[in-house]
């Protein structure tokens, strides 16, 4: 392109230089250098349209005219600031809604790693036994290589003092080749560190965690980090952006696999033995596709598993092929691009981020309707000009060029203003969904995918909006337009399409705030579950002692660890500001516990929830008891009878009206039934299951419980504001058990909040979204009636001196525009009953107690929408009452 | 000097052809170039000297003439353009087929009498 600039480059002095060479000769002829000047411009001809050529022979012609168009649309939005103020707002609105949520779902669910060729990853089953990762990784024929990886949260001290807890990785010795990370620092983990299980106390650190506790200073390297009591050499650090493979986390710490013993204590495993589930990924040979690979390694895991289980399990119920059995016990080798990682995150979010997608696709039309519409009006009134550009010969395509032009200029416009409002939007979205929970660290920066789907939405935006007014505008009824327009009649002005427009904003509003009043509904209840004032006075954290999680432990393990947790609740209850302490084994917002089949004195057998406990559960979470007793410190003696509490539902379902204290059950555990004796009951726990319904509950004492699980959650209800008792909470804690991890200690309200997040999210950004389409639907029906009193001035005008009264004229308008509000209301209410039933399938599981037809939350959503259009029909109603007849006959339109 | 009514209006094709001619004897500056086709047709062929501009940029894109930057005679800047090798051999192909045209139309508008 270089060179075709250089001829055009200096035209203005050659033309220049040619016409005072003429002059120059018509002086040398004794013509006076002023006549001389003009003949030879003359002579010359038009320069402008000259230059106009030259220049149209080099650029394509189209590109010419569209600068020109761009100009002349830019010129023409400056002269009218308010209407495009107007426009240009309500675009961004639009945009920046749809661009914020995109970048939120692009950034959960669509964006690759950050790591070497990302599609190249595969991962095998969602999460796979170590013992078979084990096995799968021997595998030289069909995969390249295969690493695996698990997080962990991990107690840290530096120097003697400890730190707060971090979230951690334990990684394989190829993880980071396979991922093709190159550290900045020092050096990554490597097969090296794979060997020998507890023998390679090195750790990496990410690019974050060093920048912020380290200050980015290079003598980090080597020094050591005390992680669970032993000390690791830090060999390395992470290139910033790294965050490992799973999105919406960020740890900082990566660890070998083979150190899990030492930093994960809560598993009390030997030395040597490494357990739990990973994320496994790995990369396939050259040449083999996933179904070939699949197929090797069916084979491999299956014989793998014959002989860890040497015909223990009977594998042959779950069917004759290796691959059935191998799905029986989830242990088949499934092979899934993992381009995008692991996610819990996207799991919970994807399908909320979906359904506010199509919310703000939803207002992203409403604004485009209001924009057309205004254009519209717009494009009326200047037929006349167009009328004449057309009689002097400008072809209809070139009009419509240049307005569908300003139309992208608009939406351009719209576009730039909405990316900064998504900007700040997403941000706040992301802390938004971190309430209650380690914060959610997701990175929301706009790349290339974003971008060109902002752009898309705002050129098809433009387009969509800008089509019909650029139709209208070069109609084919021109010659008309240039005579002095005489008066019409009212229902010469039918304006159908705005009308129909206007309609199904209307329409598309109502079905907006019906969807949201549904979710507001569907939380209002969700909430109302708790328990009320316990929720901002009680306290929880998670306690996991050394060995509190093993498969096969000692009977001294289990007294050891009832030792710390009497010890701890001791020092608990001993602090200020606590008004009682006890631990269970959930949360309430994280219900679980293990079912086991009970046998009542009638015979029937029950499966039922048994949650472990200790003394002063039920009175610290503010239980009340029916009848009966609590559990009292000499059940928790280690021959002591075994005694059980029940709830209500349970005393209901299998004593009636008799009283369940005093009989007798009989607990199915692993090996035997063991009998015990109720010796309390009741009230159902408020939060039993938040987005449950209630079930029969028979709690235990801790010690009396035979189950693999002994980590417990704390609970502490305080007198005074819990906010101050944390920090010592916290130091009891820590001196209790100086090698675990320490988790979030937070109000049961703050839990709730996490748990709640979806809901509210939908709830909180259904309503904000809702009320700006009905704000832009009530705009736009204003401006049309606006516009429709503006025309009909006249008509109005006269009827007026005929001897209308001025309501009835007001009653006129309104009655136009009311009639539009309830065609809009009928389809919207039909549209949005027949929407919540085609989702309530999948909403359900967000809000299981919401009817798709409840009453209250419809009428809540059409009340809003006609107070709104009720105003936004009024004001011109109201204009028009106002017209002086003498004004009207005057006027010209 | 030739009046209005004499002069014949050229088509553009036939412009760019004058210009080559033009080129042919050297190169040279726009100004004379349309001095050169004035005179050469004694005044007939009055082209308006504007639109020798986009004739002469016609033919840069086509390849068949060359610029440098110049001083004109009176000191200015402008181009000097002059006739490249393929526009001389399209000169050539273009000489013939003129002279051919020109040969028929003279041919049309004073018939031989010979019935």
């Known amino acids: ?893 | 000097m030739a009046t209005k009514d004499t002069r014949i209006e050229l088509l553009q094709g036939t412009l760019d052809l004058l210009v080559l001619r033009t080129l042919a004897v050297g190169p040279a500056h726009g100004h004379s170039i349309a001095k050169a086709i004035q005179r050469g047709s004694d005044d007939v062929l009055q082209v308006e000297q504007g639109s020798l501009y986009p004739a002469l940029h016609r033919l840069i894109k086509r390849g068949w003439i060359a610029f440098e930057d110049g001083t004109s005679e009176n000191n200015r800047r402008a181009k000097v353009y002059r006739l490249t090798a393929k526009g001389r051999k399209q000169l050539s192909i273009e000489t013939n087929r003129g002279e051919r045209l020109a040969g028929a139309i003279a041919r049309l508008l004073h018939p031989v009498s010979q019935e």
């Open chain 1, 1 to 893: 392109m270089w060179r075709r600039r250089r001829p055009l480059d200096g035209l203005d002095d050659d033309i220049e230089a040619h016409i005072q060479h003429e002059t120059d000769d018509y002086i040398s002829r004794g013509v006076a250098p002023e006549e001389a000047h003009r003949l030879a411009r003359l002579a010359f001809g038009n320069v402008g349209i000259v230059k106009e050529d030259v220049r149209a022979l080099w650029h394509r012609a189209w590109l010419g005219q569209l600068r020109q168009d761009v100009t002349f649309g830019v010129r023409l939005l400056r002269r009218t600031p308010l209407f495009t103020c107007a426009v240009v707002l309500s675009l961004a609105l639009g945009i920046g809604a749809n661009t914020a949520i995109f970048s939120l779902l692009h950034a959960v669910a669509l964006r690759p790693l950050p790591v070497e060729n990302p599609e190249g990853l595969w991962k095998v089953g969602d999460r796979y036994p170590y013992a078979a990762f084990r096995a799968l990784a021997g595998d030289e024929t069909v995969l390249a290589s295969v690493a695996a990886a698990s997080g962990v949260r991990l107690n840290v001290s530096i120097d003697g003092a400890p730190e707060p807890t971090v979230d951690g990785q334990l990684v394989s010795g190829n993880f980071f080749r396979l991922l093709g990370i190159r550290p900045v620092l020092g050096r990554a983990i490597s097969p090296d560190d794979d060997r020998t299980p507890n023998a390679h106390p090195v750790v990496m650190l990410s690019h974050e965690y060093w920048a912020s506790r380290f200050g980015r200073e290079p003598s980090t390297l080597g020094r050591l980090i005390t992680i669970s009591g032993t000390p690791f050499t830090v060999i390395g650090v992470a290139p910033p952006g790294f965050f490992g493979i799973e999105v919406g986390t960020a740890p900082s710490l990566f660890v070998p696999i083979l150190m899990q013993p030492t930093v994960v204590p809560v598993l009390g495993n030997p030395p040597r033995l490494i357990t739990g589930q990973f994320r496994v990924l790995t990369r396939l040979r050259p040449g083999v596709t996933a179904a070939q690979a699949t197929a090797a390694l069916e084979n491999r895991v299956h014989g793998w598993l014959e002989r860890e289980m040497s015909g223990r399990a009977n594998l042959s119920r779950f069917g004759d092929s290796v691959r059935a059995q191998l799905i029986g016990v989830n242990l088949w080798p499934e092979l899934s691009p993992a381009a995008t990682g692991f996610s819990n995150i996207r799991d919970e979010f994807s399908r909320p981020l979906l359904i506010l997608m199509a919310g703000v696709g939803i207002l992203l039309l409403i604004a485009c309707a209001n924009t057309s519409n205004l254009l519209l009006a717009r494009a009326a009134a200047r037929q006349s000009e167009f009328g004449t550009r057309q009689a002097l010969g400008a072809s209809r395509w070139r009009l419509t060029r240049q307005v569908l032009v300003e139309s992208l200029v608009l939406a351009g416009l719209g576009g730039l203003v909405g990316v900064g409002l998504a900007h700040w939007a997403t941000r706040f979205l992301v802390v938004f969904i971190s309430r209650g929970q380690t914060p959610v660290v997701l990175d929301v920066a706009p790349d290339a995918r974003a971008l060109a789907f902002t752009a898309a939405c705002a050129v098809i935006t433009g387009v969509l909006f800008g089509v019909a007014p650029a139709l209208r505008a070069t109609g084919r009824r021109m010659v008309p337009k240039l005579r002095v327009p005489t008066s019409r009649s009212g229902t010469h002005l039918r304006l159908v399409p705005e009308r129909l427009l206007a309609v199904s904003q209307i329409a598309l509003s109502l079905v907006m705030l019906i969807g949201a009043a549904l979710f507001v509904r569907g939380l209002m209840s969700l909430d109302g579950r708790g328990g009320g004032a316990a929720q901002r006075e009680v306290i929880v954290a998670r306690v996991e002692p050394a060995g509190s999680y093993s498969r096969r432990r000692p009977p001294e393990t289990l007294v050891r660890i009832d030792r710390e947790y009497k010890n701890l609740l001791e020092r608990i209850h001993a602090m200020p500001g606590v008004r009682s302490a006890s631990l269970a084994e959930y949360s309430p917002a994280n219900p679980g516990g293990i079912y086991r089949r009970v046998t009542t004195p009638s015979g029937t057998e029950v499966q039922v929830h048994q949650p472990m406990v200790y003394p002063r559960y039920f009175s610290t979470l503010g239980i009340p008891f029916v009848e009966g007793r609590d559990f009292a410190p000499r059940d928790l003696e280690e021959h002591s009878p075994p005694v059980a509490v029940v709830n209500e539902t349970f005393a209901r379902l299998f004593f009636g009206r008799t009283s369940a204290v005093g009989q007798p059950c009989r607990v199915m555990a692993t090996d035997s039934a063991m009998p015990c004796q109720i010796i309390g009951v009741v009230r159902d726990s408020p939060y039993a299951d938040i987005t449950g319904d209630v079930e029969a509950t028979m709690y235990q004492p801790f010690l009396q419980t035979d189950t693999n699980r002994g980590m417990m959650v704390l609970h502490v209800r305080t007198s005074d504001d819990p906010r101050s008792v944390i920090p010592a909470l916290r130091d009891a804690l820590q001196h209790a058990h100086p090698t675990a991890p320490q988790f979030a200690i937070q109000t049961i309200a703050d839990e709730l909040d996490a748990v709640l997040v979806r809901q509210r999210l939908l709830a909180t950004l259904g309503t904000v979204f809702s009320l700006l389409a009905l704000l832009l639907a009530g705009v736009g029906l204003y401006g049309l009636f606006a516009f429709i009193v503006v025309r009909r001035t006249r008509e109005i005008g006269l009827r007026l001196a005929l001897g209308a009264g001025r309501p009835d004229i007001a009653r006129m308008v309104i009655g136009e525009a009311l009639t539009l509000v309830l065609v809009g209301v009928v389809l919207g209410s039909a549209g949005g009953v027949v929407l919540a039933r085609l989702a309530t399938l999948r909403v359900a599981l967000l809000l299981p107690t919401v009817d798709a037809r409840d009453p209250l939350a419809i009428a809540a959503a059409v009340v809003t929408l006609l107070t709104v259009a009720g105003i936004a029909a009024y004001l011109p109603a109201r204009r028009a009452a106002r017209i002086q007849p003498m004004d009207a006959v005057r006027a010209n339109c």
